[in-house]
């Protein structure tokens, strides 16, 4: 029987903070049927849960979209909860009865709601990283049917009401453009409300707004000095009435139990001070001091649109150990992003103490040099009188080891758990092949997306940095995009660059924006935006946004940023064409760098001009997909005249390209900048460049995610299996077979002789260089997204069989359901047996060259091993 499950709404099921977009509306198809294509959906939307009075019908639309769809029923009033249910038909002539309903709840929509005031703590003082406390009562006189909690902070808040925690999300409201965005969470909080007294607690801590950032330039207060709450409660009664409960100067506020938290250096909590009742009603807060307004722009405000961070997987600790300096120390067997959680028993003024690493020394020793300036401490000062069980709030560390430094008695390993965190995204993708240490390294590039995706796409998430660079970002973009549904999360942070992109189209390094402004000691801030690879983020991320989910509103919305950052670079090109000016990191960390570099030996003006020309070819696609033909010609012709310059520039008349580095011959194939004539000798020229390393990369961060498929894609498949299961230092497999449990910024974080790369920048948890787990999916297993019919819609299924291999798979939930491809080789042959989602459909193209076009299903495929050559 056909049936519309997973009811989602913009990524979500029934989502509460619908804000001023209009929602869109997506469904998968189940049925036992195969080759299934919806022909037409109906959808209801409703007030009312029953249907009875239906708002908006849109009657039967003869259509296959079943994700994405945009509402267009009368005006969303706030604060109301939508009710929506749809049925379909399908090209067997099956029809789906209505399914269940589910809904979307809209938030603030009319600004002119807002009631509640930005109250903070009085004297809170610039440099104090003090937890703070405010809190208020009201009386509720009646039934309570409705009730929701609309909630932000400047800096970071926690919510309590009548002594229980709101909501389990962390670091709220997350980390954005403050200055320009501010984002608010909405929480249904019917069942926590009682008639009578209650009371609200919040915790405020200065996170991201006021404490300490980029460790290296010594900042702090960002975006302002004080800590604020901004709260708005809305209740409904049985009878119709309605109540606000809003933050203002009666509130009440008062020091914590929290007497230090900060991003990087973790936090300290005295469990004496907690004030048992302190969010409960009837609680005597008159020794306390009255809330602050403050004034700050209400216009800002935004209903949170990506995912919020939560707690996600809890690990037990592997070993309990000393080290030969005796320091006692906890294993988790993964390096990850998060906090310690532990229970201890101990006498009031008792302390237990933690320190966080990534790795152990060459001698075994507990190794934190590597954060910089990052304490990532934690100080818990015990109450007494029974087990403890402590969290920290307002903070988070990036560790595989725990030192712990005091702790009242013997501590045992049962007491401790590391607890992930990250924002929450839907994990899916999969990949696994006959090689262990491959299947290693793809999990690896999956953890160290979990230690970096928390709220922004961070570099790293141990040091004094974990910043939204935004080269990491776009190169790692597709890879991500392949493990987990980043689309929410990608899209809150491409509004906070166009947000933070100057008016000129540059784009900042960082994103949201914390470097411009800082002090010119530092030379390379001397002009905090606008590098080529790192700025192209702007284009590339929403381009690939937009291939992998279908998500055509990512592109609209980002459209101006995209092509605001193209004119930045063409006004600054020569002739508009060759950009050869401004500060460019360059192949950042690759190892032709010269003693004491960062950056690459690839000529940075190759680079400049390679990106631009990528960004514009990605520009006319996306005025294309848009419907903006004049634009799409234009930028167009703009590519032509880039890639002819570029190849009168760096290309000798008989095909010698200038720069002779790795980099240079991958990024001019990868973004198809070769002349038809060279590319022959482009290709062998690359080769010769590895043969000459011993068959190793030397590339960095811009260099690396193309090279395999540089290789590939120009009838060089096996040379990119042995460059990918190439095992000595430097190689992708090399950190694994040092026990790596995520990517490290540096080939040479850790060298065969023991000794590490500078601890100055030495990252073990850097997802850059996991960019090769595109290839993982898209080439050793196959599975691709059509350009031609973004989303999976249509999808390329072409395994390519390689690097001695005997079989690799790949699942991945696109967005019509789960999609699978497996092969495997046998005495006779290659046996491919592909999955395809209903409503979607796969091109299946073999290694002999055969192509059929398959509908949803399973089915299998056998041919000859031999490769066709292409
Ligand atoms: C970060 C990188 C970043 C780079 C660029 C580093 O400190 O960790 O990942 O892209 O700076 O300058």
Known sequence: MLKAIKLRCEYQENP???GETLPRLGWILDTEDSDVIQTSYRLQVSLHDDFRAVLWDTGAV???????????????????????????????????????????????????IWRASFISPEGEEPDSSRGMRLRTECTLDGDITWARIYATALGMYELTLNGRRVGDWLFTPGWTAYGKRLQYQAYDVTGMLRRGANAVGATLGCGWYK??????????????????LFFQMVIRFADGREQVVASDSRWRASEGPILYAEIYHGETYDAREELPGWD????????????????????????????????????????LFTTPGGERVLDFGQNLAGWVRFTVRGKAGEKVILK???????????????????KARIEYVLKGGGPETFEPHFTYQGFRYVMIEDYPGMPLMESFAAVVLHSEMEHTGDFACSEPLLNALHHNILWSLKGNFVDIPTDCPQRDERLGWTGDAQVFIRTACFHMGTASFFTKWLRDLAADQLPDGSVPYVVPDVLSGAPAADTMMRQPYSSSGWADAAVICPWTIYQCYGDRRILERQYGSMKAWVEYVRARAQDGVLWSSGFHLGDWVALDAKEGSYTGATPHDLIAT?????????????????????????????????????????????????????????LV????????????????????????????????????????????????????????LQKDFPSWLYQVTQSATTIWEHWDGLKPDGTMWSANMNSFNHYAYGAVGDWLYRCVAGLDTDPEAPGFKRMLMRPRPGGGLSWAKAEYTTPYGPAALEWHREAAGLRVTVSVPHNATAVVILPDGARTLVGSGRRSFSCGIEQRRE
Request: hydrophobic share 40%.
């Open 610 to 666: 390679a990106y631009y020309s990528h960004s514009t070819a990605l520009l006319a696609e996306s005025a294309a997909a848009l419907g903006l033909q004049s634009d799409a010609e234009g930028y167009r012709r703009l590519h032509a005249e880039i890639v002819r310059a570029f190849q009168r520039e760096f290309f000798t008349p008989s095909g010698r390209l200038a720069a002779r580095t790795q980099t240079a011959h991958i």
């Open 16 to 18: 509460l903070g619908i």
């Open 211 to 228: 404490g300490d950032l980029v460790g290296w330039l010594g900042r702090r207060n960002l975006y302002g000095t004080r800590t604020a």
């Open 280 to 319: 409960s009603p009837g609680f005597d807060d008159t020794a306390w001091q009255p809330a602050r307004v403050l004034r700050h722009d209400k216009s800002i405000l935004t209903a949170q649109d990506g995912p919020a961070v939560r707690r996600q997987e809890i690990i037990p600790p592997v070993s």
């Open 356 to 374: 966080h690493a990534e790795i152990l020394d060459a001698a075994g020793n507990f190794y934190t040099a590597n954060l910089r300036s990052a």
């Open 62 to 112: 003869e259509s296959a979209q079943s994700v994405l769809v945009e509402y267009a029923g009368p005006a969303l009033e706030s604060c109301t909860r939508y009710h929506w249910r749809v049925r379909i038909t399908d090209n067997h002539g099956q029809e789906s009865p209505w399914s269940a309903a589910a809904y979307f709840e809209t938030a603030i929509l009319d600004p002119s």
């Open 669 to 724: 194939l990868a973004f198809d900048l070769v002349p038809d004539t060279h590319r022959g000798r482009t290709v062998e020229t690359l080769l010769a460049l590895l043969r000459e390393a011993g068959g190793h990369l030397t590339t960095g961060f811009l260099g690396t995610p193309y090279f395999c498929r540089a290789l590939s894609d120009n009838g060089r498949l096996e040379d990119a299996y042995a460059l990918l």
